[in-house]
């Protein structure tokens, strides 16, 4: 299987001229840590690193990525709340000053809220997909009736919907909203296609997606 001796490959460029290229920024890191002031929500696809979009630095922006980059409501029940331990990491330690969600096109997530194929599968049989994009059935509704659900259409109106709803969401964290309310922290919605290479930013007052300048 050939996938590792690639990645292999890869560290070895990297090891070769992308470290030395970044040794006195990953010195820096080393020796002061980090102290990124923006945090990224955004999806575990493939096809849409935050790094390579926003074209950072090691070191400039604090990422979790899941599948269609959804942030689950402030609960108190016991698990293990991945999404929730990184936004208190970001917000109460790190101390962002902003956290983007950032949704994208061709998401295979939004695509499963919006036609719920997945439905009643068993847990690794899609079942696991089915139960996190369940937070997005409210948000489904209106989409699914002005557009139905399987036009390509519907699909990009769910995807930027899911983004509004991660919004919502982070606001239920009690240390979001305080920092918010006291202006430490601001919320931003984004929306990024590789069929155009365009990012879309959210506008905070109509919820409408506006290309970036």
């Known amino acids: 299987m050939p996938e590792f001796a690639e990645l292999l490959q890869g560290y070895r460029r990297f090891r070769k001229e992308g470290y030395p290229r970044q040794k006195a920024r990953y010195d820096d890191l ?11 929500i955004g999806c575990s696809d493939s096809r849409v690193d935050p790094a390579q979009i926003f074209d950072v630095d ?49 998401c295979g997530g939004c695509k499963a809220a919006l036609t719920q194929d997945l439905h009643g599968n068993p847990l690794g049989e899609g079942g696991f997909v089915a139960n996190w994009v369940h937070l997005l059935d409210e948000a489904r509704e209106p989409v699914a009736q002005k557009y139905g659900t399987e036009s390509r259409e519907a699909e ?20 979001v909203r305080e920092k918010e309310a006291s202006g430490e922290l601001k919320l931003r919605g984004a929306f990024f296609a590789i069929s155009d290479g365009v990012l879309h930013v959210r506008n905070e007052e109509t919820g409408e997606f506006e290309p970036a300048e």
């Open 30 to 40: 080393v020796s002061k840590g980090q102290s990124p002031k923006l945090m990224i």
């Open 58 to 106: 090691p070191g400039e922006i604090f990422v979790v990525r899941n599948v269609a980059a959804l942030v689950p409501p402030f609960e108190t029940s016991p698990g293990q709340h991945g999404v929730s331990a990184a936004l208190e990491f970001a917000v109460q330690f790190l101390k962002v000053r902003q956290i983007v969600v950032m949704g994208h096109g061709m």
């Open 156 to 175: 990009r109106a769910m995807e930027m919907a899911a983004v509004g709803v991660s919004i919502e969401n982070l606001r239920t964290f009690p240390c």
